[in-house]
């Protein structure tokens, strides 16, 4: 202030450089402005109103504390049960904001896991869904053609009010989703869970396709979700 002062009276008699100085001043304030806006995070006003900046926080996937059920059905009373690995990804949130993520499923780990069902056949069903023992009746591609497609992808896109929007790519093809889950962070850890249903039915799956007299496999396959990720 004593600078600009001292300037401006040194020139007071000179109109062209009285509009050269305010034009100076002006540029300087632009300027701080501008510089300030560029800085990196965002700031957030804790319960005693001070000002703190969020860092984005990059956590990645502790596979042997996650899991991925499924449910699968031709109708309400025959079912099977099962689980796939999840074996890697990550999770960046800014604060409790998730800014992105994305998780890579293992579609050859698919096993089957019926009560009372004799390992023989769990092999079997598990086969089946993966394509890895075709037969006559049971092409590779009936289901999740784990020879051509050996893992799928999920890309988490946005959360907002416990809804989780993702992008599923699996057999080479995109599924877009939108379903019930809870993420959170607490400490060093954040986790994304959840009990939700998927529709394969738009994606031209064999095994998914339902004869409207004999009916079929149910197009819509239930998950249940929980994943652990660490900083």
């Known amino acids: 202030m004593i600078i600009v002062t001292m ?3 040194s020139y007071i008699w000179s109109p062209k450089l009285i509009k050269m100085k305010k034009a100076s001043v002006f540029f300087l304030a ?11 995070g965002e700031e957030t006003t804790d319960e005693n109103g001070t000002d703190e900046k969020v860092e984005a926080v990059t956590y990645k996937l502790d596979a042997a504390a996650s899991t991925l059920s499924w449910h699968g059905e031709m109708s309400p009373e ?8 999840i074996s890697e990804g990550s999770l960046t949130m800014m604060g409790d904001a998730l800014e992105s993520g994305s998780f890579t499923i293992d579609m050859n780990s698919i096993e089957v896991t ?4 004799d390992d023989m056949k769990k092999g079997y069903l598990a086969a089946h869904l993966m394509g890895t023992a ?3 009746d049971h092409p590779q591609n009936m289901f999740w053609n784990t020879p051509d497609f050996p ?3 999920v890309t988490l896109n946005s959360y907002e009010d416990g809804q989780l929007s993702m992008t599923l790519n699996v057999i080479g093809k995109e599924v877009k989703s939108t379903v019930p ?10 986790m ?6 998927i529709s394969f039915a738009e994606m031209g799956i064999p095994g998914f396709i339902q004869d409207p007299e004999n009916g079929g496999i149910n197009p819509s396959v239930e998950f249940s979700l929980n994943a652990v990720l660490t900083k």
Do not use: Q
């Not at 402005?33 to 800085?39: E, G, K, N």
């Not at 019926?114 to 069902?117: H, V």
């Not at 994304?192 to 249903?197: N, T």
């Open 7 to 9: 300037v401006f009276n």
């Open 181 to 190: 889950a809870t993420v959170k962070v607490d400490g060093d850890r954040a």
């Open 192 to 197: 994304i869970m959840g009990d939700f249903a």
């Open 151 to 153: 893992t799928a992808t």
């Open 78 to 85: 025959y079912g099977h049960d099962g689980m796939v690995k």
């Open 114 to 117: 019926d009560e009372g069902m």
């Open 134 to 136: 075709p037969d006559e």
């Open 30 to 40: 632009a300027t701080v402005l501008f510089v300030a806006s560029c800085s990196s």
